[in-house]
């Protein structure tokens, strides 16, 4: 498969792309939303920061007790009840009396049963496109989630300005029913992946045999620490200019957006492979810019080019589907999103401590340099994997 024409040619794509969009609208919406309503109410850069990323942080239980189920649900099935229950606490997230503590218990909810989404999600989108259509479909995919965030976090901002963010909220919670309407309409029923009950015992053995792997431990790893690292970057948007975060997040979308475009369609495959470890470098570089405290123009541009580097998960992941059994295909794509989520919301948390402590500005790029360094590490344990692998 070669052609976007042909992507969306293929059954089921369309509307399967299209709930995921809505999707993708109603959490960037909603996460910032909900990031301004925290900042407002407690003025801590930790708490707003924590509150938009902080669902991530449970990924890490579902990834460990609940994702044999990401092979074993009826695909059609779980991802139309999901954006159902993701409809109803976002919903409640938007209630007057809603204390801060309630606000995170909602979150930390929300974020347990995401965890599970993702190998449903991205299980079911290489059965529709087979191994060899993966990559550009995953590519359009990530291309979707720029353009979107860019949608979400201006019409979110805008919303958030002119309304209040409670009216966000709301109306995330009503295009998450949308993406539900048109998941039970637009695909047809399957049977699991996997037969069997999902249970503790299967998530379990299945996250072994995948970390068993050298190779596929180091993607894991690659897909999971400098990416988070910088996502601890992104979660302090809000704190380092209120009033302008909605432009910081639309220009990093912009820049996620070239960078999908620039590896899923443009780079062959040949040099792409060879870019997942520059990518990510480019994704940490630009932040070590906030240390000097740039005005808004320049920290736009920084945080689009930096963006850019987010292509990087592609290569990544098109090794791990490389790497994986079709069995596995479900679980190994959750465990990557749901390790991903859990850095991302590991990071924030850290950067706003960091902030706490200091300031956004400091923590930025204190995250930056984590992330670069991390990820020379990662290039030099390759290296010497290299060998190794040659002579077996």
């Known amino acids: 498969m070669r052609s976007y024409r042909e992507l969306f040619r293929t059954p089921e794509f369309t509307p399967f792309f299209l709930a995921a969009s809505a999707q993708t609208v109603a959490q960037t919406m909603g996460g910032l939303a ?3 309503l925290v900042y407002r109410a407690t003025g801590s850069p ?3 920061a924590v509150s938009m990323f902080g669902s991530s942080l449970v990924q890490v239980l579902g ?6 189920a990401a092979d074993r649900l009826p695909p059609r099935a779980a991802l139309t009840a999901l954006p159902l229950l993701f409809a109803a606490a976002t ?14 218990v909602v979150v930390l909810a929300k974020g347990l049963v995401e965890s599970v ?4 999600r991205w299980g079911l989108l290489n059965e529709i496109l087979s191994k060899d259509g993966y990559l550009l479909g995953r590519s359009v995919f990530n291309m979707m989630s720029g353009v979107m965030q860019i949608a979400g976090y201006a019409a979110g901002g805008a919303l958030v300005a002119l309304l209040s963010p409670r009216l966000s909220l709301l109306a995330a919670a009503g295009l998450y029913g949308a993406a539900a309407v048109v998941v039970r309409l637009g695909l047809t029923r399957r049977p699991p992946r996997t037969t069997g009950r999902p249970s503790v015992a299967a998530t379990w053995r299945a996250n072994a045999l995948l970390w068993s792997s050298p190779p596929r431990r180091q993607v894991y790893l690659a897909l999971w620490i400098p990416n988070g690292l910088v996502v601890g970057c992104e979660s302090l948007y809000v704190s380092y200019a209120p009033d302008s975060a909605g432009t910081l997040f639309a220009c990093a979308a912009l820049g996620m957006l070239a960078g ?8 062959p495959s040949g040099l792409r492979s060879r870019l997942g470890f520059p990518l990510l470098l480019l994704l940490a570089a630009p932040y070590v810019v906030f240390l000097l405290r740039p005005a808004l123009p320049l920290a736009a541009a ?3 080019l930096a963006s850019v580097g987010f292509g990087a998960s592609l290569v990544q992941q098109e090794r791990l589907v490389a790497l994986t059994p079709d069995g596995l295909t479900g679980h190994a794509l959750g465990l990557h999103s749901a390790g991903m989520l859990t850095m991302q919301g590991v990071a924030a948390a850290l950067a706003g401590s960091v902030a706490q402590l200091t300031s956004p500005a400091v923590a930025m790029g204190a995250m930056a340099v984590a992330s670069a360094g991390v990820t020379l590490l990662l290039m030099g344990a390759a290296k010497r994997e290299e060998p190794r692998a040659v002579s077996r």
């Open 34 to 36: 909900l990031g301004t």
């Open 46 to 48: 930790l708490l707003s």
């Open 63 to 68: 990834a460990t007790l609940l994702l044999s």
């Open 91 to 104: 919903a409640a997230l938007a209630l007057p009396a809603m204390p801060v503590w309630g606000l995170f």
């Open 117 to 120: 989404g993702g190998g449903v």
């Open 260 to 267: 999908d475009v620039l590896v899923g369609r443009v780079l």
């Open 302 to 304: 920084a945080v689009a």
